[in-house]
């Protein structure tokens, strides 16, 4: 299951001269170190879980029952209850954020890549299960089968992190688009099939309160978020009270909780905002500035970057700590290396994940001709099947409900044994890329991506303002604002670009944002102009040298300058002549979810992260690469 903070949500950051930038509110990178940090945590609770079981005492702290009492009506479960139902239905919330995101602003947003993942991650549900129940046929414990169902996402892109770190990062991502499914299934099955007796009012009261939810969210924000609040808490009750594991509640509520990329209107009223608290500094004007801020952002986006930490450095860590203790004893040891259940969870897992990944994707991709196939080369596809056969969160959820006494304590030596194994395969796998010839090397890591395009306008030579490759192999769209300091800072980055990869071109296009930058729709309009007498570049470097002066008079000394016609361009500049082409490129922004200054397409992909020099090279090279194994 997922829990990490996501890699490519975005954040509105507003500049110290009122700019509007968009960024990722956590470059790849840290995700990659919280993913690290998440799974360490998640490991020192499971230890810690092992040495107080052994110690004692472990089972009679968990199972105390707390809750509350009024008058003759009470409510209380065993304290592992409480974390299991309760605790986890945070991290199954985030969960459901994750899913929706995927589907709105991921991988999973092009309806047609949908059959890649459904098929991966229904296969890789069911082949681990048929392993299980045929090693446990005509036993009790069959009934246990869907131990082997899921797949820990947030554990397995740990382990790819600190194991595979010569993994590209399209593995990880065909390894969180892949169990997507995998996510929204097992929690299908465990309200579905591991629920006690179900109440049908409580299970009526709950649809209920979901329904108001959705309701509320279409109210005033403020009243509409207070309002779903203590919605989501009424039908978490309900569904306790049902018999159903209200877990589902926290995915339900995730899944139909939109993802979107910041919309202008909502920018330039944050940006409104900050600029009255730069003008009167003051307490009450810097809670609005950030509350504008924050809502500029999508609700999915807010609470997922708000509970993401909770749930991956506080509620994983408690659950591990309150399910994987087990005292170890030679007895159990022994009845484990042969008991079904133990090793129908392992092969269910090491085995039994990888063929399923690895063989529906080669069959999908046969059967469609190379039609439908993974975004990465086969080696990362084994890579990602070895590190699916991580099973840990679910796997314990379900174990605990289905099975008791020495049997659970065999099911979790099988769901340790199960991680040990798959994190040493998939350290296998990726050891193995040094043997391969450097000439496949990437191929082989890679594959042949077919990216969605994020830009919905592409570039077109006779139209756009293209410098560098005559016929470039990667083109850059940068949507920029003349007035904007955070383009200005990164226009030496553009030129060591042009220079460092003699086959990329870059197209410039305006994003004037006008609330905040007064004179940069007319500096727009000045580089156009200058553009009619095929000065555009010139003008362009002019206007981002001297973004302190784009007076109309310094606009016709710019002009002057740089030798091009002054009365012409005069006229031009007062009739408004090139406003549509400036608005064209303004209505391109906002169709490809450019909202601030700058952003950067590479080969029609958003590019998402750091705008260094590095960084943008190396997309550029991820980019040629695709293009060339394509």
Excluded at 5 to 27: C, E, I, Q, Y
Excluded at 328 to 354: E, H, M, Q
Excluded at 490 to 515: N, S, Y
Excluded at 546 to 558: F, K, P, S, T
Aim: net charge neutral; hydrophobic share 50%.
């Amino acid at each position: 299951m997922t829990s990490e903070p996501s890699a490519v949500t975005a954040d509105a950051r507003v500049g110290a001269d009122g700019t509007v930038m968009m960024h990722p509110h956590r470059t790849f990178q840290g995700v990659l170190r919280a993913g690290a940090l998440a799974s360490v945590l998640l490991v020192a609770g499971v230890v810690a879980a092992l040495v107080w079981a052994n110690i004692g005492g472990y089972e009679e702290f968990w199972r105390q029952r707390v809750g509350i009492s009024v008058g003759s009506w009470s409510l209380t479960y065993e304290l592992r209850t409480w974390v299991n139902s309760g605790l986890m239905t945070l991290f199954f919330l985030a969960v459901g954020l994750e899913a929706r995101r995927e589907f709105d602003l991921g991988d999973l947003r092009e309806r047609k890549r949908l059959i890649l993942p459904i098929t991966v991650g229904l296969v890789g549900m069911a082949l681990p299960v048929a392993i299980f129940l045929v090693v446990n046929h005509g036993l009790a414990s069959a009934g246990a089968w869907g131990v082997t169902m899921s797949t820990d996402t947030a554990l397995a892109l740990g382990i790819l992190t600190l194991l595979a770190r010569r993994a590209p990062k399209r593995t990880r991502t065909f390894l969180l688009t892949a169990f997507v499914v995998d996510d929204v299934v097992a929690l299908i099955v465990i309200a579905a099939l591991y629920s006690g007796p179900i109440s049908l009012p409580a299970v009526m009261a709950a649809v209920v309160s979901f329904v108001l939810l959705l309701a509320a969210r279409r109210l005033n924000r403020t009243l509409g978020r207070n309002l779903a609040v203590v919605l989501g808490v009424l039908t978490w009750f309900f569904m306790l009270l049902s018999g159903i594991d209200p877990v589902v509640s926290g995915l339900a509520i995730g899944l139909s909780t939109s993802a979107y990329v910041p919309v202008r209107a909502d920018l330039e009223r944050a940006t409104d905002l900050f600029r009255d608290y730069r003008v009167s500094p003051s307490a009450e004007l810097a809670h609005s500035a950030a509350a504008g801020l924050a809502d500029s952002l999508s609700e999915n986006e807010r609470i997922l970057y708000r509970l993401s930490p909770w749930t991956s450095y506080v509620v994983v860590p408690i659950f591990a700590l309150a399910n994987a203790g087990v005292a170890i004893t030679p007895d159990l040891l022994g009845r484990a290396f042969t008991s079904p259940i133990t090793i129908g969870i392992v092969l269910g897992y090491v085995v039994g994940k990888p063929i399923s990944v690895v063989g529906s994707s080669w069959l999908l991709s046969r059967m469609t001709r190379g039609r439908i196939h993974p975004q990465v080369g086969w080696l990362s596809v084994l890579g990602s099947g070895t590190a699916a056969g991580v099973g840990f969160t679910v796997s314990l959820l379900i174990a605990g409900i289905a099975l008791t006494g020495p049997q659970l304590g065999e099911a979790k030596i099988g769901i340790f044994l199960s991680v040990i194994g798959s994190a040493a395969l998939t350290w296998l796998v990726f050891f193995c890329v040094r043997f391969i010839p450097a000439n496949r090397r990437t191929t082989a890591l890679n594959g042949r991506p077919d990216p969605t395009l994020d830009l919905l306008a592409p570039p077109d030579p006779e139209l756009d303002h293209v410098r560098g490759a005559a016929e470039p192999a990667v083109t850059v769209v940068e949507y920029g604002d003349f007035e904007c300091g955070f383009c200005k800072r990164g226009e030496p980055t553009v030129r060591e670009l042009m220079q460092r990869h003699p086959d990329v071109a870059v197209v410039w296009r305006h994003l004037p944002l006008t609330d905040v930058h007064p004179n940069a729709l007319r500096a727009a309009e000045a580089a156009e102009a200058a553009g009619a007498q095929g000065a555009f570049w010139p003008m362009h470097d002019m206007l981002l040298d001297h973004q302190d002066r784009l007076g109309a008079n310094d606009l016709e000394e710019y002009a002057r300058q740089i030798g091009i016609d002054v009365d012409r361009f005069r006229d031009d500049l007062q009739a408004h002549a090139f406003a549509d082409r400036v608005r064209a490129d303004i209505r391109s922004a906002d169709e490809s979810g450019a909202a601030g200054t700058p952003t950067y397409f590479i080969n029609g992909q958003r590019h998402e992260g750091d705008v260094d020099i590095d960084s943008l090279s190396k997309a550029i090279n991820g980019a040629r690469a695709a293009l060339r194994n394509g």
